[in-house]
């Protein structure tokens, strides 16, 4: 398994403060890939120079063989094909659960485009599986706004898969989740996987003893740890500075 994302000596400054410093990683295709820590590790940083939200000080990101360094978020997203979700769900709660997928569907430039265009059997298709995968088909006439926020959180993952990406980023997933809900969306990120590369952030540590195999820990803007779950789990380092809050 080749990697799809690497990172060669990832860093930022704000201001004077390094957010960020000298991160060092591979993450190969179809993989998943959970990385942890403390508030004010760096996770949601080093997500945001992945996706071209925030310029990296240093360092290079390599992803699929292309250098994607500083490039702008559009075109991270549409022409590399990474998607991320964000921690709180961004849906069209105006709409239902159905066209909130089809309007993430890629080549769908506007609302008003959606709204008067006839999909073809293939696109049916398509938002049918996805419906599937994210346990709400059966809910697909259903308002945005009728879901419970566990099921907005699955409806945004379903509208970053419709866009096909190879690179899907998911931050803290099951926040806010019941104890059901978190465990459905474990079993939901490991059938993405492999379809898809998947890097999850997350603190709910029985989600990512369920979806993890391999685990990164950052803290301070460092990398602390890496490794199978069951050898960082074990890392006198991290048991100090993460595991004994869990």
Do not use: C
Not at 13 to 23: I, K, L, P, Y
Not at 181 to 195: C, F, I, N, R, S
């Amino acid at each position: 398994m080749g990697a799809l994302l690497e990172i060669k000596d990832l860093g930022v400054d704000f201001g004077g403060f390094r957010a960020v410093d000298s991160v060092n990683m591979k993450i190969g295709d179809g993989e998943i890939r959970v990385i942890i820590g403390p508030n004010g590790a760096g996770k949601t940083t080093f997500m945001d120079m992945v996706t071209g939200k925030t310029r990296p000080t240093k360092g290079t990101i390599f992803f699929n063989g292309h250098n994607i360094t500083g490039k702008e978020p559009g075109e991270i997203a549409g022409k590399y094909k990474i998607g991320r979700k964000f921690q709180g769900p961004n849906i069209f709660e105006n709409m239902s659960v159905y066209q909130n997928i089809e309007i993430a569907l890629k080549g769908y430039t506007s609302i008003w485009h959606t709204l008067t265009y006839k999909p073809n059997t293939r696109k049916r298709e398509r938002i049918k599986a996805i419906l599937k995968k994210i346990k709400l088909y059966d809910m697909k006439d259903f308002m945005s706004s009728e879901l419970s926020h566990g099921q907005r959180q699955w409806l945004e993952i379903g509208m970053v898969m419709a866009q096909s990406p190879k690179l899907i980023i998911l931050d803290e997933p099951t926040a806010g989740m019941t104890a059901d809900e978190t465990h459905q969306t474990g079993e939901m990120v490991k059938e993405l996987a492999g379809e898809h590369t998947i890097i999850v952030t997350e603190h709910d540590m029985d989600f990512v003893r369920q979806v993890a195999n391999r685990v990164t820990v950052l803290h301070q803007g460092k990398l602390l740890a890496e490794g199978l779950l069951e050898e960082v789990e074990k890392n006198p380092e991290v048991i100090q500075v993460y595991l004994k809050e869990d």
